[in-house]
């Protein structure tokens, strides 16, 4: 969905290395994600956000962190990077407001970590 | 949120129907069955949602039964674009989407 976008798409990167992961989103919505993805498994809830000054820790926000610039923008750092953080990650948004909490999803930053 | 369980894989002809079954026996009065699929390694996509009633969309329909332990996603007329893992996700409005395994739906020719 070209309304949420993710930059870099793909990045490849070294251990101990500081990487930022960007997503930005014209939908208006209140709320973001991140989530992470290992091959052949499902998203895992990396941190979650309901407006620019509430963050909230998901399943495994252990090693990242993240902020919220502002409505449009949420970033996730990876402070010291590690192999095992090699992984698809994607950000999504939803708004309450629409009656649904339906969540749209970037296309994804495939990262790799050496 | 309750627990799902859906089948790993299913094949479909092009053109027919897709019933993908997904069973949520321990689902709460108060929790939703979301069905998104993932279209290899691109970011998820909501299909649709329901509480009790049947639904429809544009996409597809989501029949649930009545005693809500089970539902059905049905894609009515499969195109080989409909070749995905489709996430079946019971939970609480306004809680944290819970993605398992999903079923890999594959459309053949």
């Known amino acids: 969905d070209a309304d949420v976008t993710q930059t870099p798409r793909n990045r490849i990167t070294k251990t101990g290395k500081r990487i930022m992961l960007e997503c930005s989103q014209t939908?208006?919505?209140?709320?973001m994600y991140w989530y992470r993805q290992d091959p052949g498994l499902g998203l895992r809830l990396i941190y979650y956000?309901?407006?620019?000054?509430?963050?909230n820790k998901g399943e495994i926000s252990d090693g990242y962190s993240v902020s919220r610039q502002a409505q449009a923008k949420f970033s996730l750092s990876l402070e010291s990077a590690i192999p095992n953080q090699t992984a698809l990650y994607f950000c999504?948004?939803?708004?309450?407001?629409?009656?649904?909490?339906?969540?749209?999803f970037g296309p994804g930053t495939r990262l790799t970590v050496l | 949120d309750a627990k799902t369980t859906q089948p790993t894989s299913m094949d479909c002809a092009e053109g027919r129907a897709a019933n993908l079954p997904c069973n949520h026996s321990?689902?709460?009065?108060?929790?939703?069955v979301y069905w998104y699929r993932q279209i290899h390694s691109q970011g998820p996509q909501y299909i649709i949602h329901?509480?009790?009633n049947n639904e429809t969309n544009e996409m597809a329909s989501l029949i649930i039964t009545e005693d809500r332990k089970s539902s059905t996603l049905i894609l009515p007329h499969a195109t080989l674009r409909d070749t995905a893992v489709y996430y079946c996700?019971?939970?609480?409005?306004?809680?944290?989407?819970?993605f398992g395994s999903g079923t890999q739906l594959t459309v053949l020719p």
């Open positions: 999504a948004t939803s708004d309450l407001e629409l009656g649904k909490d339906t969540q749209y």
């Open positions: 939908k208006g919505h209140d709320r």
């Open positions: 956000s309901f407006d620019v000054k509430d963050i």
């Open positions: 321990t689902i709460s009065g108060n929790e939703y």
């Open positions: 329901g509480l009790k």
């Open positions: 996700i019971v939970r609480v409005a306004n809680r944290q989407l819970t």
